[in-house]
């Protein structure tokens, strides 16, 4: 897995790489979404920015829902796109739906501390 302070555009994360991920990097954000989905496609050019500007912070990884169903199904995924911040490894926030970029960078901004 890549160092934590180069990764500057989401990881690809799968069902099989999903305990690793969020379990190695203090602060993941996991975009799941899937390719049909409109609002997902809204959203990808603020995750990105945010992967960029939160380098070395915070590490997104984006899960796409249609080829990987145990992730949605844990916890508990009814709608796309919903974004899952993970801290320690533990789940501590979630964003559901298409919002703007700053409220997805305030609500991954209040688990940096």
């Excluded at 992967?51 to 199904?73: C, I, Q, R, T, W």
Aim: aromatic residues 6%.
């Amino acid at each position: 897995m890549a160092d934590n302070n180069s990764i500057d555009k989401p990881i690809v994360v799968t069902d099989s790489t999903f305990k690793e991920t969020i379990s190695r990097n203090p602060l993941v954000v996991v975009d799941c979404w899937a390719d049909w989905c409109q609002p997902c496609k809204m959203i990808a050019p603020a995750v990105e920015e945010l992967a960029k500007e939160l380098k070395g912070k915070v590490v997104f990884g984006k899960l796409d829902v249609d080829s990987n169903n145990a992730v949605p199904m844990e916890y508990g995924i009814m709608s796309i796109p919903t974004l899952l911040i993970f801290k320690g490894g533990k789940q501590v926030d979630a964003i559901v739906g298409a919002v703007p970029k700053p409220m997805i960078k305030s609500a991954i901004e209040r688990h940096m501390a």
